[in-house]
């Protein structure tokens, strides 16, 4: 396959899944800021731009959820902001027109053509709930009609190094806000993962376990193990090990980090989330780098600000 041709697979991947997932953070957010009448919405949102890497403006300028929602949902110029991913993953799917099916390609261009029509609305929440919508159709396109070959298999890398990354600095937010932040439940549900997550446990759950389930759960498919896994697994499928050690850069950044959550005791990782899941973000973006340099030596990558820590 193509270098040119790869990198667009992946990056269809990362971008539709970075929509997805900045939806449901900034859903979280700003349901905390509208329940809680006394939340300081100044550090707040400096406090959630820098879990996203975005620069902070200066310390005398106030930033409320307008702003944010200006950098992180409506920027059509930014890959980093909602509607800019999603604009970013058209784009990358015209260059890779040849090899996607048709209907992977018309969900795409359908999402771009309503994408104005979207922005802005009254209540931010039908906004991102339609941005879930739309990566979730995506999703399902091309989990139902790609082959299992390397086209499916870059789509899906790039989704899950995404989705980890994502999940990482969503559970990151939780840290950081404290007892000011959202519940457990509140972050399962954003996931997807509340009903998932209760059948699970039925009568047993509680909040380390619900951190457990977001962060370790081998069979959920959001929880970061699981994304991880599935990099794992596609790296393999790209190229299988030959040789009796893993030289593959990309795989080996990710099973370290993975082991690194896996095999030690969950309280030890909660006891220091916001530092654990930093390294998850830099393992994400150490791989990133790997395959890039791999598949596609020669690109010119727009990357995400923040992806080079």
């Known amino acids: ?84 991913a999603l604009v970013s993953a058209r784009e990358n799917a015209r260059r890779a027109r040849e090899v996607i099916s048709t209907e992977l390609w018309e969900s795409l261009n359908a999402t771009w053509n309503q994408l104005p029509s979207h922005m802005r609305p009254a209540r931010p929440h039908d906004y991102f709930t339609w941005v879930r919508e739309r990566a979730a159709v995506v999703a399902g396109v091309v989990d139902a009609t790609a082959s299992r070959d390397d086209t499916w298999a870059f789509m899906v890398l790039g989704r899950s190094i995404e989705r980890a990354d994502m999940t990482a600095r969503l559970l990151t937010t939780r840290a950081l806000a404290g007892s000011g932040g959202p519940g457990w439940t509140t972050l399962l549900r954003s996931c997807g993962a ?8 039925r009568g047993a759950a509680s909040d380390e376990r619900a951190a457990g389930f977001l962060l370790l759960d081998r ?3 959001r929880s970061i193990v699981f994304a991880l896994n599935q990099a794992e697994a596609c ?33 030890d990782v909660l006891d220091a989330l916001p530092r654990e899941m930093e390294q998850v973000q830099r393992a994400c973006a150490a791989a990133s780098d790997a395959v890039r340099g791999r598949y596609f030596p020669s690109a010119l990558t727009t990357t995400w600000v923040g992806e080079n820590l």
């Open 1 to 84: 396959m193509l270098s040119r041709i790869a990198e667009s697979l992946f990056w269809i991947g990362r971008y539709v899944e970075r929509a997805d997932d900045t939806a449901r953070l900034l859903d979280v957010h700003l349901q905390i800021l509208l329940e809680d009448p006394w939340a300081e919405e100044d550090l707040a949102c400096r406090s959630l731009l820098s879990v996203m890497d975005r620069r902070l403006p200066a310390q005398g300028a106030a930033i409320g959820r307008v702003e944010v929602l200006d950098l992180l949902a409506y920027d059509r110029f930014s890959p980093s902001s909602i509607a800019g």
């Open 194 to 201: 509340h009903e998932a997550f209760l059948r699970t446990y």
């Open 219 to 221: 069979l959920f498919p």
């Open 235 to 267: 790296l393999a499928a790209l190229e299988p090990v030959a040789d009796r050690a893993i030289v593959d850069d990309a795989r080996r950044h990710i099973g370290l980090v993975r082991t690194n959550l896996e095999y030690r005791p969950l309280i």
